[in-house]
Structure formats: structure tokens, C-alpha cells
């Protein structure tokens, strides 16, 4: 079964660094594009940062020239390196890819989140 899995988030005082992980796990024919979503409490989810298959890279607004999102389709892993983290930060991350299944299917897949707490 293929199955996204994040990692590395946590509590960091504002200023601070994370690096999220995350991996495809399972057999798959490619990996297409991916992305961050992030979701606070109260509020929608909302697109952090994507990154294609050529490896170009789109940001919200909000995040540009903080978080630098990257990939290593090698190893079917994307990563998010997040520095001057603010309070409004604060949310659970979420990976989410568009996968090519063998024969050719192609489905969108998310991970289970990884929770991200900035302190003021």
C-alpha cells in the first residue's frame, strides 16, 4: 500500500529552524508533483509550497524567502526547510503528492500531518 509519511515537526521558539520530512512509501511508477499544505486551527487548509517534477518551486506569500521546499525523487522524499518560524506559524503540516500508480494510474495522496508549534 502506498502511504505518505511526515516527519520532523515539533516545538521551536519563534526565530528558530525545522526541517519537515517527507517520504513515499510503497512501490510506485513515478512521482509527480508534491506539495505543503498547512492547517491552524480555526482556519482552512492552505498551500504552503509546491514543487514539480522539474523541480520548479511556487510559495505562498507568507512564507517566501523563510521556507525553501525540496526533493529528492531518488528516494521519493520532499522536504521543507522552514527558518525565522513565527507564532502564526503554527499548525499541522501536510504532505501531498500526485503519484503515478504501475499501469498508470494516477492518484493524489496526503499524509497523516506532523504538528508544528512556534512560541512567542
Known amino acids: 500500500q502506498v502511504q505518505l509519511v511526515e516527519s520532523g515537526g515539533g516545538l521551536v521558539q519563534a526565530g528558530g529552524s525545522l526541517k519537515l520530512s517527507c517520504v513515499v512509501s510503497?512501490?510506485?511508477?513515478?512521482?509527480?508533483?508534491m506539495d505543503w499544505y498547512r492547517q491552524a486551527p480555526g482556519k482552512q487548509r492552505e498551500l504552503v509550497a509546491g514543487i514539480t517534477s522539474g523541480d520548479n518551486t511556487n510559495y505562498a506569500d507568507s512564507v517566501k524567502g523563510r521556507f525553501t521546499i525540496s526533493r529528492d525523487s531518488a528516494k521519493n522524499m520532499m522536504y521543507l526547510q522552514m527558518n525565522s518560524l513565527k507564532p502564526e506559524d503554527t499548525a499541522v503540516y501536510y504532505c501531498?503528492?500526485?503519484?503515478?500508480?504501475?499501469?498508470?494510474?494516477?492518484?493524489?495522496?496526503w499524509g497523516q500531518g506532523t504538528q508544528v508549534t512556534v512560541s512567542s
Open positions: 501531498n503528492a500526485n503519484i503515478t500508480r504501475w499501469g498508470g494510474l494516477r492518484v493524489i495522496l
Open positions: 510503497g512501490s510506485i511508477f513515478s512521482l509527480n508533483a
